[in-house]
C-alpha cells in the first residue's frame, strides 16, 4: 500500500494553468503501477480525468480534458504531475490522485489507495 498526497489545487480565473502533483510517501511507485487522477465537483458522482502507466509512461484522459491536460511523471521525486491549461469553470473540483496496478483503469473502484485531495476553483 502506498500513501499519497495532491497538492498545486488552488482557485485560478478561467483559461489559466495549474499544476497539480502526486506524490508517494512511504514508499514509491512501483513499475507495476499506474496513477489515475479523479475529480469530484460539488453535488456530482467522482470522474475520471486521466491516467499514467508508471512503467511506460503510457497515459489516457477523458475526452474533455485531453487537449488540455497532461500527465507526466518524475521518477526521481517519486511524483507523478498533472498540467492543466485553458482551464474552465467546470474543471472546478477537489482532485484525487489515485493508485492502480498494471493497466490503465478508468473506474474509481479499481483503485486502491488514494489521496486527499486538492481544492481546484476556476472562476469565470
Known amino acids: 500500500q502506498v500513501q499519497l498526497a495532491e497538492s498545486g489545487g488552488r482557485l485560478v480565473q478561467a483559461g489559466g494553468s495549474l499544476r497539480l502533483s502526486c506524490v508517494a510517501s512511504?514508499?514509491?511507485?512501483?513499475?507495476?503501477?499506474?496513477v489515475g487522477w479523479f475529480r469530484q465537483a460539488p453535488g456530482k458522482e467522482r470522474e475520471y480525468v486521466g491516467a499514467?502507466?508508471?512503467?511506460?509512461?503510457?497515459?489516457h484522459y477523458r475526452d474533455s480534458v485531453r487537449d488540455r491536460f497532461t500527465l507526466s511523471r518524475d521518477n526521481a521525486q517519486n511524483t507523478v504531475h498533472l498540467q492543466m491549461h485553458s482551464l474552465k469553470p467546470e474543471d472546478t473540483g477537489v482532485y484525487y490522485c489515485?493508485?492502480?496496478?498494471?493497466?490503465?483503469?478508468?473506474?474509481?473502484?479499481?483503485?486502491?489507495?488514494w489521496g486527499q485531495g486538492t481544492q481546484v476553483t476556476v472562476s469565470s
Open positions: 489515485a493508485a492502480a496496478r498494471y493497466y490503465i483503469r478508468t473506474s474509481s473502484a479499481e483503485y486502491d489507495d
Open positions: 512511504g514508499g514509491t511507485f512501483l513499475i507495476r503501477d499506474v
Open positions: 499514467i502507466r508508471w512503467s511506460d509512461s503510457t497515459t
